[in-house]
């Protein structure tokens, strides 16, 4: 079987909090996010062997507990990760897929197949907000972006769903750009969104901060990221709607914020 391929990190503490992964960047996306920092995986082509990549799970297995699906968006190849999640799990991997939402049936049918372990959804701007989520995935900049931001957010909305009714392990994370996305209000939307979503203060929930100096639009490149203190400041203002907050950084990686 064949799977458009980007390339892999055979040991990564930083894309599975707590888990040390081998993770795989697979290619192709139908979103145009203005900050992708993977942009050269959006484009091109490059089509492989799936033996390839079984090749590097089997060489990384002795020092890592689980496999990440990352991208790109993973989940737009179903067959060549349905295939190799098996592979993982047939050597004892765990299996985590960062995704942007955007195929909740495809997150069903792994869930199904009993083919994975977590799901990583991208929760890129308030969920009830079509414009802003327009601006984030690149819909107002980008021509050859050919999906309608309502739709994406249901079908974000129904990944993340699916996800807590299948109980799933999952965390949900925003990516700030400073003066891009994740201002004050835009967090607080986005968290109340959640809220609303879920009916919960529970679900895991992370600002991430964001780097643009690789942004696939040059003119965000500028951009200077969000200090741990910013996002730790934002943070709290997701707090009134949200309980597991944690923020991701360069400096620190993952931190649990503690309200008390
Ligand atoms: S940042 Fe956006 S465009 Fe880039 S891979 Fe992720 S979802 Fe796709």
Redesign the pocket.
Known sequence: MKVNYGSTVPISTVDWHGKVSIVFFLRG?????P?????E??FESNFVDTSLLEAEMKKSRPFVSSVVFS???PLMQKEAVKYLAGYAKKIGLLVGVHT?GYYPHVMAELIKEGLVDKFFI?V?APLNDAEKYSKA??CLDYSDIHIDSQKVIEKVSESISLALEKDIELEMRT?IIRDFMGSSDEVSETAKSINELTGSRGPVYVLQQGFAENA?MESLRDIKPLSRDELAELADVAHEFLDNIYVRTKEKGNEKVNFE
Do not use: A, F, V
Not at 29 to 33: D, E, F, T, V
Not at 35 to 39: F, T
């Open positions: 996306c139908p979103y145009r996010c900050y992708c920092q993977n942009h995986l959006l991208g790109g968006e942007n991208d890129k995935i690149g990516t696939m």
